[in-house]
């Protein structure tokens, strides 16, 4: 599986744009990005997925290097309840495994007022 | 549109007790179904996946099983539980047989062994 590093904590103000960094240098061509989030106590909630091109929805936006080797997930006005552990994802796609989602540490964002 | 129960939504569990926890998914056929777990302060770590009735994958060699049942169910259990199975287990689905589909997680449950 391609592994991904992302920063363990990061920190945001209120209504500025949070811009979470991941590096999937060993990202195969047909492999996804995705990003999840989870709020305390809750479950990872999907936010975004890419594979070339970047991507926006009423969330985030995805940014993907051309050489597909690192990512950026932008939350463009970024609220309290944005404050969360964000896991970038590279899709594990072989064989058996069908798919799976393997996370990592991800990166904590705390908003603040 | 499709929702996921998982219940109960909390548990605490004396050492050696049974465990049975219980996903659901409605509004979708033949899902790909995965038991997650979240160790305190930790990442969450692919325990099981099904992608059929009676077809279970452990990606992990642990003191827990699953069981599919029935098409949309998906059983997380153990004969005698021990404290190192502590955490909060997450129940997810997605859609079969599709290279870039999304994965949506159930609420979890927090269980405590003491």
């Known amino acids: 599986d391609a592994k991904t590093t992302q920063p363990p904590s990061m920190d945001c103000a209120e209504g500025r744009a949070a811009n979470l960094p991941c590096n999937h240098s060993?990202?195969?061509?047909?492999?996804?990005v995705y990003w999840y989030r989870q709020i305390h106590s809750q479950g990872p909630q999907y936010i975004i997925h890419?594979?070339?091109n970047n991507e926006t929805n009423e969330m985030a936006s995805l940014i993907i290097t051309e050489d597909r080797k690192s990512s950026t997930l932008i939350l463009p006005h970024a609220t309290l309840r944005d404050t969360a552990v964000y896991y970038c994802?590279?899709?594990?796609?072989?064989?058996?495994?069908?798919?799976?989602?393997?996370f990592g540490k991800g990166t904590k964002l705390s908003v603040k007022p | 549109s499709q929702t996921i129960h998982q219940w109960p939504a909390t548990l605490v569990q004396p050492v050696g007790s049974p465990l049975s926890l219980e996903c659901t998914v409605e509004g979708t056929s033949n899902p790909n179904l995965y038991w997650y777990r979240q160790a305190a302060g930790r990442g969450l770590q692919l325990l099981f996946y099904?992608?059929?009735?009676?077809?279970i994958s452990s990606e992990v060699p642990q003191n827990l099983s699953a069981s599919r049942p029935q098409d949309r169910q998906f059983i997380l259990s153990s004969k005698k539980l021990l404290l190192s199975d502590s955490g909060f287990y997450l129940c997810?689905?997605?859609?079969?047989?599709?290279?870039?589909?999304?994965?949506?997680f159930g609420q979890g449950t927090r269980l405590t062994v003491v």
């Open positions: 060993t990202i195969s061509g047909n492999e996804y």
């Open positions: 994802i590279v899709r594990v796609n072989y064989g058996g495994s069908q798919g799976n989602l393997i």
């Open positions: 997810a689905w997605r859609k079969p047989g599709q290279a870039n589909t999304e994965a949506f």
């Open positions: 890419g594979l070339k």
């Open positions: 099904s992608v059929g009735i009676g077809q």
